[in-house]
């Protein structure tokens, strides 16, 4: 089996405060690289956000295959679901229908789903332009690799509020984050 951080510690540490200021500061992109040796299909920012936020206790829904669900399973622990009922979902291929996930309730929408997406490339300089809370006029972010009707199931996701998910986009070491609150424009 793979090792996980090398560093356990700073590792954790490392991913944590990634996570937290990619959901700060939407669409801003951090890097976590403390993952140097992963299964082939998995990358680095996105392993180090699932091994920060899942565990044993968290129903956990992925379409990794071979080494790369291994290594998941023994890393985090985490019991694996069906998509509707997970936790945490962590995608390495295609973008799962955002409305098949759970949005949580109106008295617990703490309880939703937060959905962890590889993806091909993330550019901060161009693309949608995104406002809403932690962005102080507009912040810019372009996502290769989501599908054409992302930005409808982003604003259908977005109007469940205070029910909805959150999204961590990640790209070989960097990931940015789109909390349910993020407004999405298309570039002018």
Known sequence: MRPAFQDPVFGAQESFAALMNAMARPGRIQRCA???????????????????????????????????????????????????????????????????????????????????????????????????????????????GLPDDFATQWAANRAQFPRGLDLILCAGSRLAALPRTTRLAEPA
Request: no cysteine; charged share 15%.
């Open 34 to 144: 403390a993952l140097p040796d992963l299964p082939p299909g998995l990358e680095p920012a996105a392993a180090a956000a699932l091994l920060t936020l899942a565990d044993a206790e968290t129903p956990l829904w992925t379409d990794a295959t071979g080494e790369a669900r291994e290594w998941i399973a023994f890393h985090t622990g985490a019991p694996f679901a069906e998509l509707g009922a997970a936790q945490f979902a962590l995608a390495l291929g295609a973008m799962p229908k955002l409305a098949l996930l759970n949005p949580g309730s109106d008295e617990t929408p703490q309880e939703s789903a937060t959905l962890i997406l590889q993806l091909a490339a993330l550019d901060d300089s161009t693309g949608w332009r995104l406002t809403g809370p932690g962005i102080e006029h507009e912040h810019r972010l372009a996502a290769t």
